[in-house]
């Protein structure tokens, strides 16, 4: 009948579609399926059956009723980086599921934002907050400790500072990629990394020192580091001096320097693998294009970023001030710029 006003759905509705209890739809909708230990089989009946009659929560009523805001605050580096964009939507796909809602915002790896941001979010009365932590921040990470917000550190920690966070096993990913040249046969290895002390640069510079030295190399170990701010110019820099150095590998620590520093080398005129074979952490569709597409680490993103919404959610929901470490493994992807 036109402008009859839409029928509002209930759990009890869901829960009759389902054929199971209301606590049940509830348990799950509000994200306590562990807890009561649903199946993940019932639990996705369930999610189902609630997106197909378009269940819509009453956010405010729940929020009266248990006193939290399901809401989470979420600021990686930048949001523009494809690598950072797919988490961003993988943490807002999980959250979504649980019924939170997350806020999303960009650090641009500096420290004075980051901690404004995460003030503003505060003043939102966000639930929790998962932030990818730049340099210099260790400050407002302890700060947010000792209030006792709880927190989730994403794709990098902060190190001797005991607080949960999930990343990537990055000196076992730096060590493996070194192995792959090596038992290429390359032996004059060099890596690229940004001039920064993030616990993941740092990482993936002693996985590849250790490779190097575990394979009597340790006099040809050449780091040549680049600078975040005038990034194109540094890298064009660091593969002038990886060229003079007469290098037949190189690992580049992230996409990103290996994009500034693929031109450089093309125009060069070196070639990729005859001259100098290749490695970069994370691939993207840009290298799918290149002549010659990088051999790379790739990074379980949405399972990490998953995982980091699950932690925070426990920790927003059982308060009991677990201190959960992950660390995924990476997996090393061969193309043809490694011969």
């Known amino acids: 009948m036109a402008g009859e006003k839409k029928k509002n759905i209930s759990i009890k509705d869901i829960a009759k579609e389902a054929g199971v209890s209301p606590s049940l739809v509830s348990f799950v909708l509000n994200g306590k399926q562990k807890q009561y230990r649903v199946s993940d089989q019932m639990a996705d009946k369930i999610r189902d059956v609630a997106k ?62 980051l901690a404004d941001l995460t003030r503003k979010m505060l003043l939102k009365e966000v639930d929790g907050m998962i932030l990818v932590p730049c340099e210099g921040s260790a400050a407002t990470v302890k700060m947010l400790a000792e209030k006792g917000i709880p927190l989730v550190l994403l794709d990098r920690y902060i190190p001797d500072f005991r607080t949960n966070y999930v990343c990537l096993n990055n000196r076992k990913a730096a060590f493996d990629a070194t192995g792959h040249l090596l038992k290429k046969g390359y032996k ?31 006099n ?39 994009v500034q520093c693929l031109k450089h080398i093309c125009d060069l005129g070196i070639r990729i693998p005859e001259d100098l074979g290749v490695i970069c952490f994370d691939g993207g569709s840009e290298f799918d294009f290149f002549y010659a597409p990088l051999t790379y680490i790739s990074q379980p993103i949405e399972r990490m970023a998953k995982k980091s919404v699950e932690i925070l959610l ?10 959960l470490q992950v660390e995924a493994e990476g997996s090393l992807i061969e193309q043809s710029s490694t011969k």
């Open 314 to 323: 426990e920790l927003i929901e059982s308060n009991d001030g677990l201190t």
């Open 220 to 258: 040809e170990i050449s780091i040549q580091y680049v600078d975040l701010m005038s990034l194109e110019k540094s890298c064009g820099k660091a593969v002038y001096n990886i060229k003079e150095s007469d290098s037949d590998a190189i690992i580049f620590a992230t996409n990103s320097i290996a």
């Open 188 to 218: 004059r290895i060099s890596m690229v990394s940004y001039d920064l002390e993030l616990s993941n640069m740092q990482d993936r510079i002693a996985g590849y020192k250790e490779a190097m030295t575990k394979a009597g190399l340790k």
């Open 52 to 113: 197909r009659m378009d269940y819509r929560p009453n956010g405010f009523a729940k929020s009266l009723r248990d006193g939290t805001s399901h809401t989470i605050g979420v600021i990686v580096s930048d949001i523009a980086n494809p690598f950072f964009a797919n988490m961003v939507k993988s943490i807002e796909t999980t959250a979504e599921k649980s019924g939170y809602m997350a806020l999303f915002a960009s650090s641009d790896e500096k420290a004075s934002k």
